[in-house]
């Protein structure tokens, strides 16, 4: 994709294209028979929250879904005053690997932002981290320490757009359907967010997938102390 040239007054800049892909087409089977991405966050829809979020810093917003799901997104986003175009998936519910694709293919960024519809919480500041991180690399993906164990978070990481499509491709046709295993194929920068000092940023990779993870997200947005992060 190049270096897109971003005409400023009389100045030419040298600009790479930011964009986001939202993943949103996967059934929400803990959710029964509500739809999780525009499920009621204090008010406000999640996708909404995300879409408010993550739009001012980035030059275009893809959102991967079912075709099915357009009217309830549309009204979700309805008045945001953020454009977004959809990604529908060919096959519904093939998992989110199978959706990065389907949003990859969609974009035009050189760099691309992914973050699943079920994290409400995403931090503006911790994007733009992860867009500088990403310069250089692959990849700039956050790992959080469990324990001993460390884990990948790539549903919310910023993505050179034609190499990893590239990589997600040969994965789901050689059988991956796991995004941390596909993107193990890539240059990574990892952004560790296991200090105590980086607390906010683990709110932001926290999602919601049941009714529980939804009152502490109430309670989260209403101002209420939360400690379960």
Partial sequence: MGTSEWLFGTYTIGYSMKGAVVLAGGYSTRFGDADKA???VA???MIRRIVSTVAPVVDEVVVNAREEQRSVIDGALVDTGFSYRFAFDAVADRGPL???VRGFEAAAADYTLVVACDMPFVEQGFVETLFD???GADAAVPIEQ???EQWLQPLQAVYDTERTLSVARRALEEGITSPATAIGRLDIET???ADASAA???WTL????SPHDLREAERYFSGTPVTDV
Avoid at 206 to 209: A, D, E, M, S
């Fill in 98 to 100: 199978s959706g990065m």
């Fill in 133 to 135: 991180r990403a310069a």
């Fill in 200 to 202: 906010d940023d683990r």
């Fill in 43 to 45: 008010g406000e829809p």
């Fill in 206 to 209: 926290k999602n919601v997938n």
């Fill in 191 to 193: 952004i560790s967010v």
């Fill in 146 to 148: 469990c324990g001993d």
């Fill in 38 to 40: 525009v499920a009621d």
